[in-house]
């Protein structure tokens, strides 16, 4: 079959068309990689630069609790203490102490919370009058439909008390932003910046 012969079935099948595309994926490929580098190696100036603005508010909280769980857990650095409560909104806080020295960290957080005495113990059943300001970063509240609360995440700003969490008896998210309004004393417009809402059920 002769060359002539062939362009002919191809011209008559419309396959014709379809012949300079590999050139032009070819020429695409071996030219789009320096015109991207290229493009990528400019320099931008630009006049309004994206702030990525972090907002905090300070809190004030105020609770009687009763300890009913500390967890100590000493790194090579820092200890990190959990205490969980009960008869209170405030179900548990969490510090990270730079220190291992069980003394010291128990300053730090008689300090945090408020305290005028030093912590004796961090033994259960230990009661306690807590009054502390912190630096809100951001609050997680994780509404739990089934089961019937909502569980609030503070994290803070402060240097030893790390995490607030609350659990408010209800579910309706006007219901939690009121209860969050309340407890941390925040205004509406902080609620709706620092609060992010997840759905469980």
Do not use: C, W
């Not at 609790?65 to 806080?93: D, G, H, M, R, Y």
């Not at 730079?98 to 919370?113: D, M, N, R, S």
């Amino acid at each position: 079959m002769s060359f002539s012969r062939l362009l002919e079935k191809l011209h008559s099948s419309k396959l014709a068309y379809l012949l300079p595309l590999p050139l032009l994926i070819i020429a695409f490929g071996l030219s789009g990689e320096s015109l991207t580098n290229l493009l990528l190696s400019r320099s931008y100036t630009t006049q309004n630069k994206l702030q990525a603005g972090t907002r905090t508010v300070m809190v004030k909280f105020a609770a009687n609790v009763l300890i009913t769980k500390a967890e100590i857990e000493q790194e090579q650095e820092f200890t990190e203490v959990e205490l969980q409560t009960t008869n209170s909104t405030l179900k548990k806080l969490t510090f990270k102490v730079p220190g291992t020295e069980l003394i010291f960290v128990k300053a730090i957080i008689a300090q945090e919370l408020g305290l005028s005495n030093p912590i004796e113990t961090l033994q259960p059943n230990t009661q306690m009058q807590v009054q502390s300001t912190v630096k809100v970063l951001g609050i997680l509240a994780e509404i739990k439909k089934k089961r019937g609360f909502t569980k609030v995440q503070v994290n803070t700003a402060n240097s030893a008390l790390q995490r607030l969490e609350f659990e408010f008896p209800v579910t309706e998210l006007n219901s939690v932003k009121a209860m969050i309004i309340q407890e941390l004393g925040l205004s509406r417009e902080d609620v709706r910046i620092l609060v992010s809402y997840r759905l469980k059920n």
